[in-house]
Each structure stands twice: as C-alpha cells, then as structure tokens.
C-alpha cells in the first residue's frame, strides 16, 4: 500500500461525461512526484501538439503531490495545468487553501479531465467516487452564490470547492480557477480552460487520512517546523504578503506606473502595515498551517468589501496600486474582491489597466475607446470599473481580456511598447531590473513570468539566506544585480528549488527561510511521508525533469529561443525611485541566457535540449 | 575549529628540501572534500601543462579526505596524484592500509610535494611538524629493511611507512607505492614519480584523534554500518577480493590469456576458497575495519611467501594467474610478494608478462629477447622470473617496465594487436565484453582503466543492486550487456558514486551493497563528521567535479576524444569460455560514448567540457 499518496486519479471525460479511474504504478509518483510535473507527463503523453487551448482537446489537470493532505504545515498547495490559452505554452499555476488535502481525502492524488461537456456541469468528487452533475443553474453565477448553492444541494457545508466565475465562463484569457472564494490558481488562464469545457466547479470531499510510513517522523518534522518558524524576522504572518510593499519602495524595487518607476509615494498607504491597523478583520490561513498570512479584510463605505473574498496579496496590492498609482487600500480591496467573484488573475488584471493608462496617458487610447472613462494612473473608480469591464467583457474590457498581445495588437500606435510581458503574459510585480536573477527567471518560465518561481531574489544575496543553500555547495552569497556564470549557477540550483516546492506543493512561507523544512528538511519529510529512499539529488532530478519537460511542451507548441526575452523597458533606464537609471544591461543578459541553456545541457543557439540531457533525467520517451 | 579535518596541508618543496604548512579556508575542503579530487585542485593550479612526468616540476600529492581518521569502518583509503608516467595524463592511485589515519592524526589532510631532493630522502611527519631525513642508507632497499629501518632510526614501531621499492627508485612506469609493505598505490605509475624525487619513503605518526561535530550520530552510524553489514552474501571477509574468481570464470569473465578467453579451467585452483583453505594464515585489515578482507599468505616450498607481505587480491590472481595461464596459487603469491617488495603495480605487471607471453606465442618474441626464457602461457618459473626481470630492470624487463606502449612500439611486428591497453596504461581483470558497462568506464576514465572506478557492474543489474539505487531515482536494473541510454544514464551517476567513493576515501567493501553507509549513509556520516549540512547533491557534485577537473587536466596535456576508447580485441568475439564469440558492438559503443559525453555537457565530437557545464560546476577558474 502506498504512504502519502492514493495510487489513484481521476479520469474525466467531459465528451462522454464519463469518469475511469487510473491506478499508477508507484514510479510514476517517485519519477514525477506530483504537481506541474505528474501534470506535465500527462500533457506531453496524451495532448496533441497545437491544440486549441480552448477547444475540447485541451486536458486540464489538477494535482496534488505525494505529500499533499500529510500534517506538516504548508502543504496545502496544488497545481492545475494545460495548454495555456494565455501564452499558447505551459500553462501552470498553483493555490493553496483546503481543496487539495480534501481532494486527496477523498481517495485520489489528481485529476486529468479532457473533453468537453455539451451543458454547464460541476465534478463532485467524494470518498472514492465521482460524478458529473449539472451546472446550469450555477452558470453565470459569481463564486459566493455558487459555492452555496453546490454546499446546499450535496448536503455538507465542509465540501471544498474549486471553480470559476463569469471571467472564465467568457474564455478571458485571464481567468482563473479559485477555490474557497479566495484562493486562486490565478496565472496562464486556466479559468479559460475550465470555462471552455463548460465545467463550472469541482467540489471534494473524502473522510479518509493519509497513510504515512513513519508517523513519528511526521510528527516530529512538522513540530520541527513549528517550533523554529521565525515570525518576527519574515512576518508574513502578522502582516501577509504585502509586508514589503513599503520596502520595495525604499529599495525602489516597487513596480510603479507600469513599471516606469520603482518607488510610490503611496507605498505605505497600501502596504501590509496599514492594512492590518485598518481594514483586516481576521487572518486567514490553509490547510494545516500556522503561519495564517491569509488577509480577511472588510469595507463598508465606500465600496462594500466582503471577508469572505479574502483580501489582497502583495501582488494584488501592486497591481491596482502602485503600478495603476493607486494608494487607496479599500479600492484595491474592492478590486481584489471583484477579482476573485469574477474569477480574474489579479496579476494579469491590474496589469492590463496599468497598460491600458498608460496607452491612455500617451494618447493611444481616448475617452471614445474607454467608454467615456478617464483612464489617468491614479483614477481609483476607473481602475474598479475596469476590473468589472474586463470580468463582462464589456467595451475595452472585452479587449483587453483577450490578453495583453491582443489588445496591444488592436490599439497599435505603438501600444506595444507599453505591454510588459513575456510569452504574452503579463509580468508580476518583482522588478527586474533591481533584482536580475528573477528577471532571468521571468525570460525562461516555460509558463510566462511566474511570481511563485523566482530564482534568487534578494534573500539569497544575504549571508543569512545563503547560509541555507550550504546543502546545494553554495557558500557565497551574490549581488542581486550580478548576472554573472556564477550567479547563473546558483539560479539553476534555485530554479530546482522552486520547481521542487511547486511539484510537491509546498508554499515558500514554511519552506523558504525556515531551515527545518528547506532542502534536507524537504528530503527527511518526503522520506518519513512515503518511506522511500529518496534524496535531494533524486528529488532535484525531478525538479530538473519540470524544467525540462515544460521546455519540451513549448517547443512543441512552436516557442523558441526568441521567446527567452525581456520587455524592451527593462533594458532602458528605470525613470524613477531609489533605483532611478538603473537598468539590464542587454549584452550581459544575452551571455546569461546562453549559460543558462549550456548548464542545463540545452543547445546555446536554438535553447532545444539535448538528446543526452533528456535520457539522463530518464525523459529519453520525449526525444 | 574544524571538524574531521585538521585545516593543515603540508607543503614540501625538495628542490630546496624545505617544507612549510597551508591552512585554507573551510571552502577548500567542502569544494573538493578530499582525496584525488583535493589532489586535482593543486595539480590544475600548480602544475604547468606538458611538464615532464618525472621532471621535478611535477607535483605529487597524498591526500586523505575530511571524514579519514574518523571512527567508521572502511574510512582507510586515500589517493596519491600526479601527472602519470605511465599514460601522460592524470595519475591517481588510492591505497587503503593505516597511513592515512596516522596523517590525519599527525595534523595533516594532505601532503603536496614539489621538486627534487639532490640525494634520496625520506619525509618524517610526525605531531604537526615534518622534517627531511637522509636516505641514502635506503636506497635500493627493499621495503621491508627501509621499513625496519626507518621506525629503529625513529625509535617507534607504530609509525606508518608509505614508500618505494626498487621499481619505483629505477623509474619504472609501472612502480607504485606501498603502505605496510602490502597496501599499493598501485597504478599510474606513480612509485616512479616518487623515485624521480629521490623520495624514498614517507613515514607518518601521530597523537592527535579527529574531533566530530556529532560523535553520538558518528557512533550511531559506525555502529549500524556494522550490524547490518551482509557477510554471508558478500563473503569478501572470509574469502578475500579473490572469492569472484571462480565465479567469474564460470560466468565466461575471467580475463583468461590476455583477454582472449573469460573462461579458465584453473580457476577454482586460484580462487579466495582455495587460498583459505591452504595458504591462508591470517585475515588481514585496514584501520577500524572489521571486514577483515585483507589476505597473508605464507609459503614455504617451493618458493618462500612471507605472510609480512600480505597476499594476493582478486586482481593479481587473475594477472599471474588466469591472464598468464597460471594455475598455481604458491606462484601467484610469490609474484604478489615480488610486486610487494619491487613496488610494481601487479595488474600492469601481469598484463605486461601476459602480452610478452602472447607476443612470444606468436613469434614476436623470440628466446633471443626473453635472455633464454620460454615464456609460454602456463610457464610458472618464466613468469616469475619475468617480475623480477621488470622490478630490476633488466633485459625484457627493461624494456617492459618502460611500459606496455613502449614495448609494443619496441617489438614491432604487430605486437600493438596484443597490447591489451587504454592511454598506454594495461586494463584490469573485469572483462568488458561480458560487462559492458565496465567497458565504458575503462575507456573514459581520465586515469586509464581503472578498477576502483567501473561504474555498473553486475551487481547493479540485479534487483538486490537496483534498490540500493534508490536515493539516485533509479528504479529498473539493467542487464548487463545493455549500452543504450538508459545504461549510460545509470553509468553517469554511479561514476560519481565511484567518484565520490574515491574522494572521501570509502573503501567499496563497506560502501556498496550495504544498505547504511550507500548514498545516504555517506550523507549522515559526513554531516555528522564535519558538521556541514550537506546532500546527497553537494556530495555528488565533488564527485562531478573530480569527473570534469580530470577531464581538464588531461586535455591540458593533449587527449583528445580518440584516446577514450577500447583496445580492439573487445571489439571481436571471445576466443572461448562461457561468453564464446561476445563481442562489443563498435557502433553501440561509440553511441554510448556520444551520450555520454552529452549528457556530462561535454561537446559530443571533442569530448571537451562546455563553459557553462564548467560554470554550473563552480569549476570558472577553470575556463
């Protein structure tokens, strides 16, 4: 019998609206683990080459990993993937919440759904079972009402429930999939997906436990966790996310005005401290953890702002606030809400805006195209009646949903110059040009610029966070400007890392600064939860696989090296805050990329892995 | 303070016999550990390419490793480097015995040793100081009387002698150094590096024990390394290294007549069984271990074999033995004994006799150049009296010891055919026909063929084997004629495990099928010697290190990828035994090497390692 892991997916065929079960083999769990990887197998093996995103042969595949549902806290993360209709690539993105150890309670590690059924129908996935119900009277529903209504009908009000709002249900391209009304797999459009198949939720519910091999590891591992979390320094716990949004600005680091500036004025007004003096009204927290960096936040007067919604993520918070020049919390609560009831990547969201005023600011949008709307930076009610445009699908709303390229496309006029993405998404909100490792990351992620795999941030360039990177025979740490082979090194190793963490779902909040559970910490509880003999080598190996095989699906789907790229803006000049002038130098950039391509075992001009890399990480069934 | 180690490296220069002590940084020693990978550090750094093996600018280095002198069993084996005499390339020989320890506890991880004393010397290193002593009264000695010598002059009969012999003083190529009269150094010729420096003998003692940063987990594991280790099955304690030769013959893979049959019908005649049950008086052992796998013979008639000598292993029975047709085990040890006291490495000397036998089969050779001797396949007096021929340098012994490429050019008449070699250095009794994998590693081993580095043996192809593989993410065993991708996967991983073995100084015996102290156990046990919070991944990076650091090291002295390869007779079927007509398939082979060097990240036409492998190495300086 397996520990940790059910030895079971769910096989859904929306065509037929038919349900199998899979029972793997334990290798495929010690090969791919979980997550983006164990999704990627299914991709590369069973969807073909330049499908529609949005068409019936798209496979959308929810997964948890072999250690999801097992007591450590920060677990509680998952991964849904297909082909992105975003980025036309890999699409990824992960959540945390509840909906993954229940899923995993409910006697199945994944989901692979294909098809597409003929009528709105939700998944009802329970204690070794599913089906295919209905969804009609739930279509057109925001997540709130939905999410009742399904409680209501199957009778348990502790049924957890992943699904999408009217944004996916109208194939934006950045729509998302959330779960318990505020956790979302919010990147590459997977609402999108989820929408075009015409499947409005997915609910679970299962009363089993796992299984772990050695149970008093377990334990002791996770009270290790625990005891040695150090709050005061990291504080993502008191203060959530957005805690350094204000340090960001000191550092001039804060995307500000569509990344033109790295410093807002406004930075404390919308930052982590404020909100927690004015507007949180509970922490929040996911399944098992005691971190709670969750915000619960309120609003009465002037927008109403329900704590069931949850509240804004440092993303979130630069999203519609520095980068749309913003620095009213409660308006950027309300886009958060309106955000997640529409079922929109608040990433994508509040970029889109930012570029759509500064195309107003610079002329190539008028009134006449916005509605009548006066799209300044720093317009609060414009931004909100944005949001809620692009969730209908009204006017420049409806455009802009389409996504970022689209509507650059569309506007012309230059418009393009002022849409800051990468593979067609848009960028999150680390800049780049004041930490260059994460902007390596933000040219390579097979899956678009991506704010949960971000190599070497500025923590590692401390000899505190590098400390930690002993186990990887890392010793010293680097400048956060350095973009030099070594730098390139530690980028790779940490570029597993992250991919390691996204594979087995575990958030960076307990796994990142937390000695316990980084790296060894990592290895000791994957082996007390499954009893295998692994190590991080083998455990990074599989990491390297994700890197590999998210390469290998872009490839497929025509991506080349060209797409490894940065918005030209990042190359020029940052026009204010601390970091003013700062810039990525192109040449050193370039030199960058072909290291990264030649670590990896990958061809320096065409970024095409190797034949010979590909079997030695025992892929040798993509060559 | 550091732990496991001393942070001490004696430097000895002989040109001006003076001697001075290095202290690096802790960085050094987690880079590159110890053992021949410690040892490439200086030889890349100090030692100027093309320089003359046995000129006083090449440098000769002994090196322990950071767990040596430490409590665990089969902790005994360290590595003495140099550029080779005998393949021109990276020499590297490890040597269990005592003489590490007592390094260790005399203060000094390693010792780098420059120039050329004007007179034959002896270093005395004893309590963190070294001195330069006279050995005039040495010379030409034999190690026994340099031995006696040395601890009555010193006045301690526990010091622990490293030294030549006679070979190594008359510069044959295929001289080693011996440690106890019976532990060799033994390939690469580097007992004539030795004897190019006027360097007799390195006598070491010590007060000292190494401190450890946890020593209840250093008992704990030492402990468990012990009663979990398998004896029944290995029987390596009870039988000796020769306890396989039986076995191999019956499996058609006993190199038999210099590699043209793998079957010998005195097979059982020489085996470990027969040696316990007849010549066997004692079961020697290295420091700490309690394997015991060490063999001491006694011999009266008709030769006389001193047990002070030890006895023979696996390799030299089947050098004097099975490869000169030879199936008197008194003979064989006598050979052993003359290797022992000439300081000749045993497998080069074997196989030299064995390709001068075949090249007197076939006319080559004539009475005329063997000075009188008939030295057919099975003559035992002709073979033993070849070793003393070579030890001394005399006639076809001359001409032998100048090394197997040499003679073959100097004989002429197609005797290259029968020169059973790979970089000029004569191949180990592990017959690559029956063991493919084994192939592969003689050929691209930087130090020749080499038998304390044949990653994926038949032991790895078993399910017993396969499990041990875990911690490596491999989980299927492969057969053992099997060369396709998924072999040289597997291949690459163990070279490191072989790799790392060699660094650290692990002898295999206690390190392979046994379930502690394999990966993961060598993991624990080092954390818990030194206190670092290392992986299986740092570790296996060393070991990665080493592959590439020797790699460099000889495309420096100009090997190229032609020199990775077979000699042809393992190309062409089997003359006999149970493996009859097996034959590596030259296409398959040159595959293997393709993906071997690609999935290194070497170019797969020059075999020359990329920039960006080397960067992801932390090995830039060498770019």
Redesign the interface.
């Known amino acids: 019998m397996p520990y940790g892991y059910n030895g079971k997916i769910l096989r859904v065929d929306l065509n037929s609206e038919s349900i199998s079960i899979e029972e793997p083999q334990e290798?495929l769990y010690?090969?791919y683990l979980g997550g983006g990887t164990l999704a990627l197998y299914y991709l590369l093996r069973e969807l073909k080459p330049k499908s529609d995103p949005l068409g019936p042969e798209n496979i959308l595949v929810f997964a948890g990993s072999v250690i999801s549902g097992t007591p450590a806290a920060g677990l509680s993360r998952f991964s849904v993937a297909a082909k992105s209709p975003e980025t036309g690539g890999f699409g990824e993105a992960e959540a945390g919440g509840w909906w993954i150890p229940e899923l995993k309670f409910a006697g199945f590690d994944a989901i692979v759904i294909k098809g597409k059924a003929n009528r709105p129908v939700y998944l009802w996935v329970h204690d070794g079972q599913a089906e295919i119900r209905d969804a009609g009277h739930l279509w057109g529903k925001f997540p709130k009402e939905t999410q009742d209504e399904i409680r209501r009908e199957l009778g348990d009000d502790r049924i957890r429930i992943a699904l999408i709002g009217p944004a996916g249900e109208k194939l934006a391209k950045v729509a998302c999939i959330i779960n318990e009304l505020k956790h979302a797999n919010g990147r590459t459009g997977l609402g999108a997906v989820m929408g075009s198949k015409n499947l409005k939720a997915i609910a679970v519910r299962g009363k089993k436990r796992m299984e772990v091999a050695d149970g008093e590891a377990v334990q002791r591992l996770s009270k290790r966790l625990k005891d040695t979390y150090e709050e005061p320094y990291f504080s993502v716990g008191n203060l959530g996310t957005s805690r350094v949004t204000t340090m960001f600005s000191e550092q001039g680091i804060l995307p500000t005005l569509n990344f033109r500036k790295g410093s807002f004025e406004g930075a404390e007004a919308i930052g982590g401290e404020t909100m927690s003096k004015t507007i949180l009204v509970r922490r929040g927290t996911c399944y098992g953890c005691f971190v709670r960096c969750k915000r619960e936040v309120q609003v009465g007067e002037p927008y109403f702002v329900d704590p069931i919604y949850g509240g804004p993520e440092y993303e979130t918070v630069a999203a519609f606030g520095s980068m749309c020049g913003i620095d009213d919390l409660k308006a950027i609560s309300k886009a958060n809400q309106l955000c997640n009831a529409y079922g929109l990547d608040t990433i994508s969201t509040g970029s889109l805006i930012s570029f759509a005023m500064e195309c107003y600011e610079k002329g190539v949008l008028t009134k006449r195209d916005t509605d009548g709307l006066e799209l300044q930076f720093g317009n609060t009610e414009a931004m909100i009646k944005m949001v809620e445009k692009i969730g209908n699908r009204e006017g420049l709303g409806d455009i802009l949903a389409e996504g970022i390229c689209h509507a650059a496309k569309k506007f012309g006029k230059g418009a393009e110059n002022f849409a800051i993405h990468v593979k067609g998404m848009p960028v999150p909100f680390h800049e780049p040009r004041g930490k260059v490792g994460v902007g390596l990351g933000y040219a390579v992620s097979a899956t678009g610029p991506d704010h949960m795999e971000f190599p070497h941030d500025p923590w590692w360039a401390t000899e505190a966070g590098v400390t930690l990177l002993?186990?990887?025979?890392i010793?010293?740490p680097l400048d956060v400007f350095d973009i030099g082979?070594?730098k390139?090194?530690i980028f790779?190793y940490l570029q597993q890392y992250w991919d390691l963490l996204n594979t087995l779902g575990i958030c960076m909040f307990t796994a990142k600064p937390f000695g316990p559970q980084t790296?060894?910490g990592i290895?000791d509880y994957v082996k007390a939860v499954t009893g295998?003999?692994?190590?991080?080598?083998?455990l990074?190996?599989?990491a390297e696989r994700h890197t590999h095989m998210a390469r290998i699906f872009n490839l497929r789907e025509g991506f080349t090296a060209q797409d490894d790229t940065l918005p030209d803006r990042f190359f020029q000049p940052m026009e204010g805050g601390t970091l003013k002038g700062k810039k990525i130098d192109r040449e050193e950039f370039a030199r960058a990329l072909?290291?990264?391509?030649?670590?990896l075992?990958w061809d320096?001009e065409t970024g095409v892995p190797?034949?010979?890399?590909l079997?030695?990480l025992?892929l040798?069934w993509l060559t």
């Open positions: 290798i010690s090969r002993r186990p990887l025979g010793f010293e082979p070594k390139v090194r790779i790296f060894n290895v295998w003999e692994t190590s991080l080598f083998d990074l190996k599989v072909e290291a990264y391509y030649e670590m075992g320096t190797k034949k010979g890399k079997a030695e025992d040798d």
